[in-house]
């Protein structure tokens, strides 16, 4: 857990390393898209989950997953990544804004979904709070410091520092799967299919809300899919044992594929 969170935030000063003051309210000068993107990865996909939990007949400890990845919206690691977008200014906006958000929708959700994925969770807001602080919000103040002190050789050791860190997260998290990879071994199918279905469905409503132009969809779409890795893990391991951080942690190493995979085409 040190490890996953120490390069995630890591990652996201590297993010700000490489980006502006004036990208931050980017989208929230556009009110349409900002109102779009906020329902897509904070109510819309949250639902997506609660229906797959009602209709699936999947175990409690998947219900305890799906639980994380529902309440857990954001874009973390999505910057770097859609570079090649040239959309910058939309996907860093609106990583500020959704971790921004998120202490407040992120506490709600899970009081009201708890119940009916039949798990029992308490996240107090001081503990989103705390974990946006240390994982997004002071990295991101960091990165953009430097950057205003140092604005060449900040963004050229970014880049080298964000490949290192790039390894350290998939590395510490392929180790953790397989390390507890009997809870990977016991899935049942309906478990399977319903990370696979929320991933996809996930994927069609940010490409749907996204708006006219085919960047900003592709890069929703994304957001919408990958999730907020860090609250993710935090709700996680609100639950006794490893079985729920080992599933959460196999569903972002999909989605992370399957992703690449689906920037790739909408690139072509």
Known sequence: MILLKLSIGVLIACVGAGTSFSELTYVWRRPGLLIRSLAAMYVLVPLVAFGL???????RGVKAAMLALAVSA???LL???LKTL???QYIFSLLITSSLVAIVAVPIWTVLLSAYFDVEVKLPVRTVVTDIAKTILLPILIGMGLRFVFPVSSERLSNRVMIAAWVVLAVTGIILLVV???HLAGLTWQGVLSFVALMIVALFIGQILGGPDPDERT???IACAMRHVGIALVVATEFVGVRTLVLVVAYFVTAFIVSS???KSRRR
Do not use: T
């Open 219 to 221: 890069a929703l779409a």
């Open 74 to 76: 954001g874009a973390p």
């Open 180 to 182: 507890h990879r009997e």
């Open 261 to 263: 995979i689906y920037l």
């Open 79 to 81: 910057p770097k990544r």
């Open 86 to 88: 040239h959309i910058e």
């Open 53 to 59: 939990v009602l209709v699936m007949p999947i175990e």
